[in-house]
């Protein structure tokens, strides 16, 4: 009941924030149609997004099927991603939007992914991209650690209870630096793209106020494309597309 009940506070205060900060769901539907340039719509199958939180791209992709772990209006089904309620091979394109460094066992994920996709199914991750830019930023104004050192699990299951878990430097070091558990015995990459987002950093997110007006997004949105050129430096989001391997 606790669970449920600082879940539902957070999520009512990042519903505040989004509908006060039109900047903010500026910067997001740019993010989505990043997300949207890797569904393949000639696959037939289930659009599932997991971790929906308060459900925005239902607002992009209304066909998808948006859940969580726990119940919200928008909401279609209450499900934990370890646990997906879908068939084998029934699914075409799983999502997950800044999910994936919660997951305390994501080869755990990995593996119930692989279950409910399609043989030429898609995972699709959008998350935090560390650099040298981005790490004072998510280190020291999120509540949420990197992690940049710290172990991450190569457990193929997690047993619950299952508690809470943030890592924002774990897509990094997995898709980008090669550490952490191996998944490309599984898995093949359609793409991988870390990119600069200081329109996104310096909007405050859901939590902060935002530090330039909104006039200045253009030029910020060009700025960013200028030093995506340079990720290692300037990156602050990433955009990975995976497809199974083999799969049965």
Not at 80 to 89: I, K, N, R, S, V
């Amino acid at each position: 009941m606790i669970a449920l009940e600082q879940h539902q506070e957070e999520i009512q205060k990042n519903l505040d924030a989004w509908q006060q900060k039109p900047l903010l769901q500026e910067i997001y539907a740019g993010f989505y149609q990043r997300i949207l340039g890797q569904i393949d719509s000639a696959q037939p199958g289930l659009i599932v997004e997991i971790g929906s939180g308060i459900g925005n791209l239902k607002r992009h992709l209304p066909q998808a099927i948006c859940t969580d772990l726990f119940p919200n209006p928008w909401l279609d089904v209450v499900c934990d991603g370890y646990e997906l309620p879908f068939p084998a091979a029934s699914v075409s394109h799983l999502v997950l939007f800044d999910v994936f460094h919660h997951l305390r066992a994501p080869v755990a994920l990995l593996k119930e992914a692989r279950r409910v996709l399609k043989s030429q199914g898609r995972l699709i991750l959008f998350e935090p991209y560390i650099s040298c830019a981005s790490f004072p930023v998510y280190g020291g104004l999120h509540h949420e650690p990197v992690a940049w050192r710290q172990e991450i699990s190569p457990a193929e299951t997690l047993e619950r209870p299952r508690d809470y878990y943030a890592a924002q430097g774990n897509a990094t070091r997995i898709f980008f630096r090669g550490k952490g558990p191996s998944w490309s015995k599984q898995w093949s990459c359609l793409h991988a793209e870390a990119f600069s987002s200081f329109s996104y950093l310096l909007s405050g997110g859901y939590s902060k106020p935002a530090l330039y007006p909104a006039a200045w997004r253009n030029g910020l949105i060009r700025l960013d494309n200028l030093l995506s050129r340079w990720p290692r430096l300037f990156g602050a989001r990433c955009l990975v597309s995976l497809t199974p391997k083999n799969a049965n």
